[in-house]
């Protein structure tokens, strides 16, 4: 059962434009939330975390919002850039029984930014 | 600038041999995970270290799995007889973990393992 989901498999837009990439959860028991940005054959890069006191964390063109009583975060890009055309994952964690802190990962968004 | 390491970077072999991974995590990083990716799939947990401890487990660890990070620095991942179905991105990231569990993994570029 997955515990991070990410819906769309892809999405595109236009350069300048704005992008929106959404992330559901499932546990109640997760309090911090990363998302990650993937070129092909490399390691995930850090983008930007919130933790479940907040909701809104802001990092230059990255804004994440993280609305708790629905389980959902959301990742907006502004403006979009080519540079940005990449797998974005949202991941995970919380301190609760065995967990200490390792990551669920959902299974990414595709982005490409058209010029 | 000194993030993760991995070594190798790709790695091929037959049904059966058995591999060794190593990761060297940022220096000040008392924390190291590693976690297993494949195609169309995010990252999915294995195990993880605090210091030289290994804390936690995931069930997806068969027996042929096993990790080590004897000095608590560097971390080694062995696969034994390996099958097709260990061919994976295999990812290694650490973190400076305080007290609360809302520590920033960090990760390295991962080694692609082909098993033919």
């Known amino acids: 059962d997955q515990q991070v989901k990410q819906n769309s498999p892809s999405l595109s837009v236009q350069e300048g434009r704005i992008s929106i990439l959404n992330c559901d959860y499932t546990?109640?028991?997760?309090?911090?939330f990363l998302w990650y940005k993937k070129y092909p054959a490399e390691g995930p890069t850090f983008l930007i975390s919130?933790?479940?006191?907040?909701d809104k964390n802001e990092d230059g063109r990255f804004t994440v919002f993280l609305n708790k009583s629905a389980k959902h975060l959301s990742l907006h890009i502004v403006p979009s850039q080519p540079g940005d055309s990449a797998v974005y994952f949202c991941?995970?964690?919380?301190?609760?029984?065995?967990?200490?802190?390792?990551?669920?990962f959902g299974k990414g968004t595709k982005l490409s930014v058209k010029p | 600038d000194t993030g993760v390491s991995q070594n190798p970077r790709h790695k091929i072999t037959k049904r059966g041999q058995n591999v060794t991974f190593r990761c060297d995590p940022i220096s000040e990083h008392n924390r190291l995970y590693w976690y297993r990716q494949t195609l169309g799939q995010g990252p999915e947990f294995l195990t993880y270290?605090?210091?030289?401890?290994?804390?936690?487990k995931s069930r997806l660890l068969s027996d042929r799995f096993s990790a080590e990070r004897p000095k608590g620095s560097f971390s080694t991942l062995e696969i034994q007889r390996t099958e097709q179905g260990d061919s994976a991105m295999y990812l290694c990231?650490?973190?400076?973990?305080?007290?609360?569990?809302?520590?920033?993994?960090?990760f390295g570029p991962g080694t692609r393992l082909t098993v033919l």
């Open positions: 919130i933790s479940s006191i907040k």
């Open positions: 991941a995970a964690s919380g301190n609760y029984g065995g967990s200490q802190g390792n990551l669920i």
């Open positions: 270290f605090q210091n030289e401890a290994q804390l936690e």
């Open positions: 990231a650490s973190s400076l973990a305080g007290v609360r569990s809302t520590d920033t993994q960090y």
């Open positions: 546990n109640s028991m997760f309090d911090y």
